[in-house]
């Protein structure tokens, strides 16, 4: 069996890993070309990046010492965008089910069971 070697950009990097990189599109991938490392669109990663286009990708150029055309826009990093937010509903819906089982296993450890009010117990 032979190894397979994925060839990706050279400046493709985990954030505080430069030399490693995930195979796959992901935000902890980020583009090492410039003195500090930025994040990448995940659709510019599984295109250029982790393709074979990444040798016409315009960071790499400037990286490698090419010059841009005349004209092209500047090089700017890709913003960041905001982590998402769970809605509350999942939540307190997970915190609901956690006190839920916390409460049911203590019960159980203790010999305790579940009665209902008004079962006429005694």
């Known amino acids: 069996m032979e190894a397979v070697t994925i060839v990706?950009?050279?400046?493709?990097?985990?954030?505080?890993?430069?030399?490693?990189?995930?195979?796959?599109?992901?935000v902890a991938n980020?583009?090492?070309?410039?003195?500090r490392p930025?994040?990448?669109?995940?659709?510019?990663?599984?295109?250029?990046?982790?393709?074979?286009?990444?040798?016409?990708?315009?960071?790499?150029?400037?990286?490698?010492?090419q010059r841009r055309p005349a004209g092209a826009p500047a090089l700017v990093p890709l913003a960041r965008t905001p982590p998402r937010r769970l809605p509350a509903w999942v939540i307190v819906g997970g915190v609901t089910v956690g006190v839920?089982?916390?409460?049911?296993?203590?019960?159980?450890?203790?010999?305790?069971v579940w009665v209902r009010v008004g079962t006429g117990l005694g």
């Open 30 to 35: 980020c583009c090492h070309s410039a003195s």
């Open 38 to 65: 930025f994040p990448i669109n995940i659709s510019y990663q599984g295109t250029a990046c982790l393709g074979l286009d990444w040798v016409s990708c315009p960071r790499y150029k400037e990286a490698e010492g």
């Open 100 to 112: 839920r089982v916390q409460v049911d296993v203590g019960l159980g450890a203790a010999g305790g």
């Open 8 to 26: 990706a950009c050279p400046y493709l990097g985990r954030y505080d890993d430069p030399a490693n990189h995930y195979a796959f599109p992901t």
